[in-house]
């Protein structure tokens, strides 16, 4: 397969409008995370599906933010009212049970 | 609290000589340490995790419980080693979330 794939790579976006960030996950990965690699902070950990269960959703840093998986594949990561600190590279990845995560390439969102 | 702490953000070493990428970590339970890494231009990506006790790209990484240390190690560095080396650890092993440390930027110079 072609790995784990994210749209768009690059956002720019002003301040206080909603973004979405589109996550494909690897066929058959029944496990589905985002993470947020910015300068300084690092990788954070936001959000965790597995199968039907509910998410772990202890990551997210406020209530801007949530994540949806529809069908047990695409995951959409929802951003309202952005602000300028939300600007960071926005990671998904994806794992078969008990198996390593593989990541994608990331969405660069760029917050002015 | 779970915390990985990586102390160095850039390390330089020469072409040849031995690397040595620092890593500690808080937890109270027991739980899987990982070095992931991530080249210039692509993704990141698992180096090795403490459970297999395997060598990849000549990079091994001893888990010490005593001194929560994952130190990451190669005997001989190569200019195809430059990049971001993020240590990690997963609370429940694989099927978990993954904290990261804020990583280390290892440059080898020719």
């Known amino acids: 397969g072609a790995g784990v794939s994210q749209s768009p790579s690059n956002k720019v976006t002003e301040k206080g409008k909603d973004v979405e960030l589109r996550c494909d996950p690897i066929s058959g990965h029944t496990a589905l995370y985002w993470y947020r690699q910015s300068l300084g902070q690092g990788l954070e950990f936001l959000i965790y599906?597995?199968?039907?269960?509910?998410?772990?959703k202890s990551g997210l840093p406020s209530d801007r933010f949530s994540a949806e998986r529809t069908g047990g594949s695409v995951s959409t990561l929802t951003i309202q009212r952005t602000q300028q600190e939300d600007s960071a590279v926005y990671l998904c990845?994806?794992?078969?049970?008990?198996?390593?995560?593989?990541f994608g390439p990331g969405t660069r969102l760029t917050v002015l | 609290a779970q915390r990985v702490t990586q102390p160095e953000k850039l390390l330089s070493v020469f072409k040849g000589a031995p690397v040595e990428l620092k890593c500690n970590y808080s937890y109270s339970g027991s739980p899987e340490l990982f070095w992931y890494v991530q080249y210039s231009r692509q993704r990141l990506q698992l180096l090795l995790r403490?459970?297999s006790r395997e060598s990849i790209k000549g990079f091994t990484a001893d888990l010490n419980k005593g001194e929560t240390s994952f130190h990451l190690k190669k005997p001989f560095a190569q200019e195809e080693d430059s990049a971001m080396y993020y240590c990690?650890?997963?609370?429940?092993?694989?099927?978990?979330?993954?904290?990261f440390g804020k990583g280390t930027r290892l440059h080898i110079l020719p």
């Open positions: 990690a650890l997963s609370p429940a092993g694989r099927d978990d979330k993954i904290i």
């Open positions: 403490h459970i």
């Open positions: 990845a994806s794992s078969a049970l008990g198996q390593e995560q593989f």
């Open positions: 599906f597995q199968g039907n269960s509910a998410p772990d």
